[in-house]
């Protein structure tokens, strides 16, 4: 049996990342897999990447925050997001980012795949069919159907909705582990999901649990951030 962590949308909240990895500790973790959205909303970009730069088992593919913070930094115009306290969580990113963080974010693919005990696995920010499609668990059973139709892969991974849940629709199992970084359903506390996988049996485990938010709300405050972001995180829910 072979044991993932699956993380994703942490948004730079290094604090959470470091409380999974203390829970996590004690488990063989064989892999780790990241469905993307490193960065922007918190102030510990580079810890997080760096994070995943020393980790030799992990798999990240680029979430569209990332994508936004590269066009930043290629100098391209941002059209959206439109509000400004967003912009300002944008820009204050790419200007911070360190030179070999962002080459490793460029070297990252939008989605990728691979195998454990024979399985195909599908790793995806939005869905297999788009890279923004934001899947959440209550949507159409058809929409899920469409999904696992021809899919060359048993197991979907998937983020971008900050939804954690876990279906299995025609054979295809799809898993969201919810946010690591940034919460949006009122519970402040950091999301996860353990998923294990043997050539008989599929399994997922959801977890939440608590992390420092304050360690987040003094770098937002360090850096003159925009307020709205210190009580979305003490509250675990989007304000804007
Ligand atoms: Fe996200």
Not at 175 to 189: H, L, T
Not at 201 to 227: Q, S, T
Request: proline content about 7%.
């Amino acid at each position: 049996m072979k044991k993932i962590l699956v993380i994703g949308d942490i948004h730079a909240n290094y604090p959470a990342l470091k409380a999974i990895q203390c829970y996590v500790r004690s488990d063989r973790i064989d892999r780790i897999v990241n469905t993307g959205d490193f960065t922007v909303y918190s102030t510990f970009p580079n810890e997080t990447i760096q994070w995943f730069r020393e980790k030799s088992n992990s798999i990240s593919i680029l979430g569209n925050t990332d994508r936004l913070i590269l066009r930043i930094l290629k100098g391209r115009k941002l059209s959206k997001p439109r509000k400004e306290e967003k912009r300002i969580m944008y820009f204050w990113t790419s200007a911070n980012l360190l030179p070999e963080n962002i080459t490793y974010l460029k070297s990252l693919p939008e989605q990728t795949y691979f195998t454990l005990c024979k399985i195909p696995i599908g790793v995806f920010h939005g869905s297999i069919a788009d890279k923004d499609e934001t899947l959440f668990p209550d949507a159409p059973e058809s929409r899920f159907r469409q999904l696992a139709k021809d899919s060359p892969y048993r197991i979907h991974i998937m983020g971008h909705s900050h939804v954690p849940y876990y279906k299995i629709v025609d054979g295809v199992h799809f898993i969201n582990p919810g946010s690591v970084g940034r919460m949006f359903d009122g519970d402040p506390r950091t999301s996860f999901a353990i998923l294990k996988v043997s050539p008989e049996k599929i399994a997922v485990e959801h977890f939440r649990i608590p992390y420092p938010v304050e360690a987040v709300v003094n770098g937002l405050k360090k850096n003159d951030l925009p307020a709205i972001y210190m009580k979305m995180y003490r509250k675990g829910k989007k304000l804007n």
